[in-house]
């Protein structure tokens, strides 16, 4: 017969293992979801195409392309709210909305291929120079000539912030939404330019957002309005057109977004910066 002290330990062991196993399952499903998350991002550093999928450099040419940022976990995880860098430059311009334009088509290449072209980006966060590449690049040069006579970029919210992995800040869309675009795409461009050596892109490179899956070989020559500026070097095949690389000053504006972190991902998986980034005026000029 068993006595009360021998059930009494019994029931405690029975607990013990209840509450073993229950911890042990926990550990599983963290060690699983975790293998997933790094699965996903080995496949964006290596594969390049999947970055388009977990929304961290794709980018309509079109804004009724589907953004499939949706489809994976983002590439940045959540991170604290940090303290708004650039707010007193936003609360400036505050109610500044762009203007939505689209086109059918690329416009004509009109640009110099011999002179010198750079992009200036007057922000909320300070003002980003960009020595553009229009021997290399001339179609991705020329469109954002194109787009800055326009006024397209005037007023635009940077969108993305990935700060794992890779680390850049996206920007180009006037929906904000990572879903906008011109309406006509540009090719791709100086794939092979000699600074993105051991697949990286180096910090300072400014290069587009496109729709390219490296899986599927499909979304070549998909680059619209969006680009990314990389704040820090970033483990990426070249699929992105590098047409610019930014100056010192402008260096120190995108670090301090950087550092400022991103936001948890909204439902879409975006990652947006902390920091309150919006193009005042973008303007191109030649020298």
């Not at 017969?1 to 196993?21: C, G, H, T």
């Not at 983002?74 to 939505?100: F, I, L, S, Y």
Request: proline share 7%; aromatic share 6%; charged share 25%.
């Amino acid at each position: 017969m068993v006595s009360n002290e021998q059930r009494r330990r019994q029931l405690a062991r029975e607990k013990y293992l209840r509450q073993q196993n229950r911890r042990q399952q926990a550990r599983d499903k963290a060690r699983r979801r975790n293998t997933v998350i790094a699965s996903t991002l080995a496949v964006v550093l290596a594969a390049g195409g999947a970055v388009a999928t977990v929304g961290a450099l794709s980018g309509g040419g079109d804004d009724k392309k589907k953004d499939d940022s949706a489809a994976t976990p983002p590439t940045a995880p959540p991170t604290k709210k940090a303290e708004d860098p650039c707010a007193a430059g936003a609360k400036k311009v505050k109610g500044e909305k762009p203007e939505k334009m689209t086109w059918k088509k690329e416009p004509e290449v009109t640009i110099d291929r011999a002179a010198k072209y750079s992009m200036k980006l007057e922000t909320t966060c300070g003002d980003i120079s960009i020595d553009l590449k229009a021997d290399k690049a001339p179609h991705t040069v020329n469109s954002f000539d194109f787009l800055a006579k326009k006024g397209y970029l005037d007023h635009t919210s940077c969108h993305r912030l990935t700060n794992q992995g890779i680390f850049v800040l996206q920007c180009g869309d006037p929906q904000g939404t990572g879903r906008g675009g011109p309406g006509y795409t540009i090719p791709d461009e100086n794939l092979k330019d000699p600074s993105l050596k051991g697949n990286v892109y180096p910090a300072g490179t400014v290069a587009m957002a496109n729709q390219y899956n490296a899986q599927t070989k499909e979304g070549r020559n998909s680059g619209g309005s969006q680009f990314f500026l990389v704040y820090q070097d970033s483990q990426l095949p070249p699929d992105y057109t590098p047409f610019g690389t930014i100056g010192k000053d402008g260096m120190k504006v995108l670090k301090k977004i950087g550092n400022a972190g991103a936001a948890p991902p909204d439902q879409t998986g975006n990652t947006a910066p902390n920091a309150t980034v919006k193009i005042n005026k973008a303007t191109v000029g030649s020298s």
